[in-house]
């Protein structure tokens, strides 16, 4: 049953995401609750909301992944919902089920989705009993070594263990042949109970030079659902998205609506209402795998938004409150092309952060060009958090025109006092297999030198 539009939302996020939530609400006629850390108190969040509040120190545990804090802060404002971007709590299935207990909402699918989908061995189970191809792989997590040697010659080389209760790199190696099999078995536990407090760890087939093609399925309360395209996101460094497109180039017709009938059987396994995405592995002969369910907002969303026009976080907001799409699969057209680069404050030789203060700052303009980014002439970047500090974005009628008008905006795009990794972005854009769309989750280590 359809609920009033909310009055008023928190935003339990920061940087670029979070100015992106406050835009969405201002134009929804939505008052803005900010919260932030004391190292973002001078942030543009913080200044563009129509209250804020501090919930705690510097680092993320000590504020934006402060559960109390956060549910605190919305009943003292009377925010009716919360808005948790992606990152820090915004897969957290225990802070679903709280907000729900305070009488908050949670703009975002629910705790059972999220349960579901946020181990990596049960989202395996759930996309293969849906029909979805995944690779070969072991069922459940794999407990000592006699396992690993087991499942790795049942398999065949190379292999690929992976984390089970993360992503993001963590907790993954590659490994090409029993004699490195241990080890990379060992590392990747540890890393994975370092960074999840989890040590399960799966082991699955490695895809050689495949490509990162994910599908944006979007869901409402009274069980539609549809997915809006496709989207590219091979150029990685470290297993980090650096450059994602819409839509993914060179897949066929044919290719792209399976991929996309297949992320829907996955999403109705589940109940999954708001956004979400399904990311695949596509090898050369179009050969599709599932990877994993992101439950969230992605970084990427820009892209997905240029080629439909249908804006996520104002789809998230009215889902929330219980309104249905009011658009079927058959209504969703696609029109040009769009890129999205991430600009991190870094070195971009060595890949070191680069916190600090911006000294100067301009950002690129023009008819095809966004920037989503929470920087500015002044601010001090903290380096407590993630590095990204904006997003660039360009939308063409074609893919070439698309990447002239994202090379003109990063030759535009002026950061200075700190280092980012524009160098990085304007050598892959310029490198011919990139213009030919020759792309692999390898590109990088391959292909660019900066």
């Not at 060009?369 to 002439?377: K, M, T």
Request: with cysteine; hydrophobic share 40%.
């Amino acid at each position: 049953m359809t609920r009033p539009m909310y009055k008023k939302i928190l935003i339990a996020n920061r940087g670029e995401i979070a100015v992106r939530i406050i835009r969405a609400c201002k134009e929804m006629g939505i008052k803005t609750v900010s919260v932030h850390s004391t190292a973002d108190r001078h942030s543009l969040h913080v200044k563009l909301a129509d209250e804020s509040l501090c919930i705690g120190g510097n680092s993320s545990a000590e504020s934006y992944l402060k559960i109390p804090h956060i549910i605190a802060a919305a009943e003292i404002t009377g925010a009716e919902a919360i808005h948790p971007g992606y990152g820090f709590l915004s897969e957290d299935a225990d802070f679903v089920e709280k907000c729900e207990a305070s009488g908050i909402d949670f703009i975002g699918p629910s705790a059972h989705a999220l349960d579901q989908m946020g181990d990596k061995i049960n989202a395996r189970k759930i996309a293969d009993q849906a029909g979805c191809p995944t690779t070969p792989g072991t069922k459940d997590a794999i407990k000592d070594v006699a396992g690993i040697k087991e499942a790795a010659l049942h398999i065949g080389f190379p292999v690929i263990i992976k984390a089970s209760a993360g992503g993001g790199g963590r907790g993954m190696r590659v490994v090409h042949s029993m004699g490195g099999l241990v080890n990379a078995f060992e590392t990747a536990r540890a890393e994975a109970f370092a960074s999840f407090g989890d040590d399960s760890v799966f082991l699955e087939k490695f895809v050689e030079k495949p490509r990162h093609v994910e599908v944006q399925v979007l869901g409402d309360k009274h069980g539609n659902l549809v997915y809006l395209f496709d989207r590219d996101c091979s150029i990685q460094r470290r297993n980090q998205k650096i450059i994602e497109e819409a839509p993914a180039p060179g897949l066929s017709k044919g290719l792209r609506k399976r991929m996309g009938e297949a992320a829907i059987k996955v999403a109705k396994a589940v109940g999954y209402y708001s956004a979400g995405t399904i990311e695949f592995l596509v090898d050369k002969d179009e050969n599709f795998y599932f990877m994993e369910m992101n439950t969230r907002l992605q970084v990427e969303h820009p892209v997905t938004e240029m080629i439909t026009g249908i804006d996520l976080v104002r789809e998230m907001i009215r889902i929330s409150v219980g309104e249905p799409l009011g658009y079927k699969q058959e209504d969703i057209k696609q029109k040009g092309h769009a890129i999205e680069c991430r600009i991190n404050a870094e070195d971009p030789v060595k890949f070191t952060p680069s916190p600090g203060l911006i000294t100067a700052y301009h950002a690129p303009g023009g008819l095809g060009v966004r920037v989503d980014s929470a920087a500015f002439q002044g601010w001090n970047i903290p380096p407590y958090y993630d590095s990204m500090i904006a997003k660039v974005i360009t939308f063409g009628d074609d893919r070439d025109r698309a990447i002239r008008k994202m090379i003109g905006a990063l030759e535009e795009y002026v950061v200075e006092g700190v280092k980012v990794n524009t160098p990085l972005h304007l050598n892959v854009l310029r490198s011919l297999r990139f213009q030919s769309a020759e792309l692999s989750t390898d590109f990088l280590t391959h292909f660019i030198k900066p």
